[in-house]
């Protein structure tokens, strides 16, 4: 079955053909980055609008690339939430209309049980159960992957997601945006344990996270220091900022994984390629023999593929969408 996918949630235009869930004929990916760059995070209406610009050619360029015409495509599908309302609307209507014009069934995708199915191409031995950790811009949740549709939250950020701690972070220090892969570059060689940073107290459900204080306070920090004229040790800053996120994520995804009776645990997301937590995870893992599944980087942010592998699941699940699909800014896993 081939399923031709298409995700535009943040500020990457994706489109891909995926075959029967795991073979993955093409993956085409237009990322805006770099017209965000300079203002220093997405620009929601900028973004929609490049999505609109590229969506059409990109998929031309998927099936290209698949090797495969309008006709052997034997569904469509989206990811329809969370993430930007604006940009997630362009690939649904656009999803919609292709699956019109060629009368085809339409799989509506969640983009985090994307992220996790990215796993699925990666490793064609995994299957659930087990335990996922999501990280990525928008998110940090703990989720407990009982079956390829069925799953749920076990634990969430109460407020900044990881990756916006390291995006807002990095730009306080003058690092190019999306800041997590310069922010690792920068903590190369930095004493971890130079800067004690904050670690939130969650009161209630202990595998929820929080990551605002930790970001206000490297804040207020590195302006600080300005403020007085103090040098600081930007890498050893680096590389505690990462150690205070990873000592959040790690830790709990061993607890998570514990509770649940999960023997294999998965990382998911654009900072699930961060080095300092791919290590961490490692460690956890194989101190208590737990199986750990890393995607590789390139399948770690947004990409279309990601989205056709758990359309198949969905498909088989029986998801279907008509003309009325909407786009949901945040959407129940
Ligand atoms: O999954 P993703 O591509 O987009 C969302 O769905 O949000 O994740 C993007 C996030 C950004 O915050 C970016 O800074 C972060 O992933 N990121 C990293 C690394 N590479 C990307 N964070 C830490 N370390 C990295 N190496």
């Known amino acids: 079955m081939n399923i031709l996918a298409f995700e535009s949630s943040c500020d990457e235009t994706a489109a891909a053909v995926v075959r029967d869930g795991r073979q993955v004929l093409s993956d085409a990916i237009a990322s805006q980055a770099d017209m965000h760059a300079i203002y220093g995070g997405v620009v929601p209406e900028i973004a929609s609008r490049k999505h609109v610009e590229v ?8 099936l290209a690339q698949a090797g495969i015409s309008k006709p052997d495509i034997d569904a469509v599908a989206v990811t329809y939430g969370p993430g930007l309302i604006g940009a997630l609307l362009v690939g649904v209507n656009f999803a919609k209309s292709v699956a019109y014009a060629l009368g085809k069934p339409l799989i509506p995708v969640h983009h985090l049980r994307g992220h996790i199915a990215a796993n699925y191409i990666a490793f064609p031995s995994l299957e659930p159960p087990f335990l996922a950790l999501c990280v990525s811009g928008g998110n940090s949740m703990l989720v407990d992957v009982r079956g390829y549709t ?29 800041g997590g892969r310069p922010m690792q570059e920068l903590a190369r060689g930095g004493d971890d344990t130079k800067y004690p940073l904050p670690r939130a107290k969650i009161a209630g459900n202990d595998l929820d996270m929080s990551f605002s204080g930790l970001k206000t306070a490297t804040v207020n920090l590195i302006h600080n220091a300005q403020q007085k004229g103090e040098s600081l040790d930007r890498s050893s800053l ?68 990601m989205i056709g592998c758990q359309a198949y699941y969905e498909y088989l699940a029986g998801a279907r969408a008509d003309s009325s699909l909407n786009a949901y800014a945040t959407l129940e896993i």
């Open 55 to 62: 969506i059409a050619a990109l998929t031309d360029q998927a």
């Open 150 to 178: 069925d799953m749920s939250i076990l634990g969430a950020t109460r407020d900044d997601a990881a990756g916006e701690c390291f995006d807002k972070i990095a730009r306080v220090l003058g690092l190019p945006y999306p």
């Open 238 to 305: 680096a590389a505690s900022v990462e150690a205070a996120v990873s000592g959040e994520l790690a830790p709990r995804a061993m607890l998570a994984a514990e509770r649940c009776g999960h023997h294999t645990v998965v990382a998911a997301g654009g900072v699930a390629a961060n080095e300092r937590i791919r290590s961490d995870l490692e460690r956890a893992c194989r101190e208590r023999g737990l199986r750990l599944f890393l995607p590789p980087l390139k399948l770690c942010g947004d990409n279309g593929a």
